[in-house]
């Protein structure tokens, strides 16, 4: 931690932060962005260093992370399940105990939820949610940066984020991590989730973590949640650590692949988001997410921008 800067934060969910902090990290993002696409060195973390524990694979997490803490200054320490002692039944609060006294920041990519929770009650040193079976704020965090770059009015101190409100998120497919995310985001920002999963996979406003009914509607029918919306996104239809139900869910998830016909009926300049890694011809045709309205780039490399804001804030707290 920065001396002298004392309220340590961690970020294991999306509501971890109020409004006005999303529209202070999306200007970070924003600027920190426009340094790296300018070749401007900007190390305010040297001799910093994040621990990433690996639980799931990742690419996006991983590069973005990394990348991201070395372009600051800093150093990174690689962890997995395999090959420390976590995945030899270590507690999870004994690894927070060591890890955080030898690092300044963690980013944990887990299972449960409460697993991420346990370790940061035991950390000395922030910890940051790179995924766990209910949450992905990081994700969510990089979705909205893309929004905001292709709609929102830049104003002297950053993006208007009132443009969100009233805004339509379609979320075709499992009612999953990214979705429990996207309701959070919704309930804080002010916009509306319109939902359609098959059933059986619902999501649950308890496991979401909302309290408010009224920033989400469920839809049967997945033509009828992208009606008239701003953004139409999905993700994979069997996330990792549900393997098993691969076969029953290619099955159930059919109808939900979003098409140019769900395109067609969202709003003419709706944006498709994916998180990544996709699979063509399941929850997104190869038409829409290589097509004009697909964003899915973009959001991939703003993990990276938007993170390292998130690093800058944890560590050093707000600039200027
Ligand atoms: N979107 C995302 O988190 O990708 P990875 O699983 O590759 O990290
Ligand atoms: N819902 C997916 C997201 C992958 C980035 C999963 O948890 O596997």
Same mark, same amino acid.
């Given at each position: 931690?920065?001396?002298?800067?004392?309220?340590?934060?961690?970020?294991?969910?999306?509501?971890?932060?109020?409004?006005?902090?999303?529209?202070?990290?999306?200007?970070?993002?924003?600027?920190?962005?426009?340094?790296?696409?300018?070749?401007?060195?900007?190390?305010?973390?040297?001799?910093?260093?994040?621990?990433?524990?690996?639980?799931?694979?990742?690419?996006?997490?991983?590069?973005?992370?990394?990348?991201?803490?070395?372009?600051?200054?800093?150093?990174?320490?690689?962890?997995?399940?395999?090959?420390?002692?976590?995945?030899?039944?270590?507690?999870?609060?004994?690894?927070?105990?060591?890890?955080?006294?030898?690092?300044?920041?963690?980013?944990?990519?887990?299972?449960?939820?409460?697993?991420?929770?346990?370790?940061?009650?035991?950390?000395?040193?922030?910890?940051?949610?790179?995924?766990?079976?209910?949450?992905?704020?990081?994700?969510?965090?990089?979705?909205?940066?893309?929004?905001?770059?292709?709609?929102?009015?830049?104003?002297?101190?950053?993006?208007?984020?009132?443009?969100?409100?009233?805004?339509?998120?379609?979320?075709?497919?499992?009612?999953?991590?990214?979705?429990?995310?996207?309701?959070?985001?919704?309930?804080?920002?002010?916009? &509306?989730?319109? #939902?359609? *999963?098959?059933? !059986? @996979? %619902?999501?649950?406003?308890?496991?979401?973590?909302?309290?408010?009914? =009224?920033?989400?509607?469920?839809?049967?029918?997945?033509?009828?949640?992208?009606?008239?919306?701003?953004?139409? &996104?999905?993700? #994979?239809? *069997?996330?990792? !650590? @549900? %393997?098993?139900?691969?076969?029953?869910?290619?099955?159930?998830?059919? =109808?939900?692949?979003?098409?140019?016909?769900?395109?067609?009926?969202?709003?003419?300049?709706?944006?498709?988001?994916?998180?990544?890694?996709?699979?063509?011809?399941?929850?997104?045709?190869?038409?829409?997410?290589?097509?004009?309205?697909?964003?899915?780039?973009?959001?991939?490399?703003?993990?990276?921008?938007?993170?390292?804001?998130?690093?800058?804030?944890?560590?050093?707290?707000?600039?200027?």
């Amino acid at each position: 931690m920065k001396p002298g800067f004392s309220l340590m934060k961690h970020y294991l969910q999306f509501k971890d932060f109020r409004a006005e902090e999303y529209a202070y990290l999306f200007e970070r993002a924003r600027v920190i962005k426009q340094r790296f696409k300018n070749y401007e060195r900007y190390q305010p973390l040297t001799d910093r260093t994040l621990a990433m524990i690996f639980e799931k694979a990742s690419t996006r997490t991983r590069v973005s992370f990394e990348a991201g803490m070395y372009q600051m200054g800093g150093s990174v320490v690689h962890l997995t399940t395999g090959d420390s002692q976590l995945g030899r039944a270590e507690p999870i609060e004994d690894s927070a105990r060591v890890i955080s006294r030898m690092v300044d920041i963690v980013m944990i990519r887990t299972f449960e939820q409460t697993k991420i929770e346990r370790f940061a009650a035991h950390s000395r040193v922030p910890v940051i949610n790179g995924l766990t079976n209910e949450f992905h704020p990081c994700q969510i965090l990089a979705d909205l940066l893309t929004y905001l770059e292709n709609r929102a009015p830049v104003h002297a101190r950053g993006y208007d984020l009132d443009c969100l409100k009233g805004k339509v998120v379609a979320w075709v497919g499992d009612g999953n991590n990214m979705a429990n995310t996207w309701l959070q985001a919704a309930e804080i920002l002010g916009f &509306t989730v319109h #939902v359609s *999963t098959p059933s !059986g @996979y %619902e999501v649950d406003p308890k496991v979401a973590g909302i309290s408010r009914s =009224d920033c989400y509607k469920v839809f049967k029918d997945p033509l009828e949640a992208c009606r008239g919306a701003h953004l139409v &996104t999905t993700d #994979v239809w *069997t996330s990792m !650590g @549900y %393997e098993a139900e691969n076969a029953e869910r290619l099955k159930a998830f059919a =109808d939900w692949c979003v098409d140019a016909e769900m395109m067609a009926v969202a709003q003419p300049d709706a944006l498709f988001m994916h998180c990544l890694p996709a699979h063509r011809g399941e929850e997104v045709s190869a038409e829409v997410i290589d097509g004009p309205q697909s964003v899915v780039w973009d959001e991939a490399e703003n993990r990276m921008h938007v993170q390292k804001a998130l690093m800058e804030y944890l560590l050093l707290g707000r600039i200027g």
